[in-house]
């Protein structure tokens, strides 16, 4: 069996989905038993957070790596350099704008009239573009560092 990676170690990591699905349907029961009100939109926040940031950091990687030259390396190598990568501050920061704009998102779906919120949460149009814009941005930060520390890997000494 040569799958490329140690037995020991998982490919694929599956707490997010679980995290999040669990919280979604801890939330779709509570509106269903009568616990708290809200729209359905509201209940469906923690999915829409998950599927947007998941295909939005997919999306960043593959237009990083089709754009910039980086360099093929072993599997072990890469393993090696990028150990780091999911630590990386960017990567937060763009999971925290992608929850911002869902938000944001949501509460544009739920109310026809002007929100009288805190204007972070309060859906409006600019606020929604501030942080779409940043989440791309932080993202194509975090696919950066990694393009340049496979790319320029040689020149560090680990």
Do not use: C
Not at 47 to 54: K, R
């Amino acid at each position: 069996m040569s799958s490329g990676t140690p037995p020991d170690e998982k490919p694929i990591t599956t707490m997010g989905i679980w995290l999040f699905g669990g919280l979604s349907v801890l939330l779709v029961l509570g509106k269903v038993l009568g616990l708290w009100s809200g729209s359905w939109w509201r209940m469906a926040v923690p999915g829409l957070i998950f599927v947007l940031f998941n295909a939005l950091y997919i999306a960043m990687g593959f237009l990083y790596l089709t754009v910039s030259p980086v360099r093929e390396r072993p599997e072990e190598e890469e393993r090696a350099l990028l150990g780091w990568s999911s630590d990386s501050a960017f990567y937060g920061a763009a999971f925290l704008f992608v929850t911002g704009f869902v938000i944001n998102v949501v509460s544009r779906l739920e109310s026809a009239t002007a929100s009288t919120r805190w204007w972070v949460l309060s859906g409006r149009a600019e606020v929604l573009m501030m942080f779409g814009v940043f989440a791309v941005v932080s993202l194509w930060l975090y696919w950066s560092q990694i393009g340049r520390l496979l790319g320029h890997a040689d020149d560090y000494d680990r």
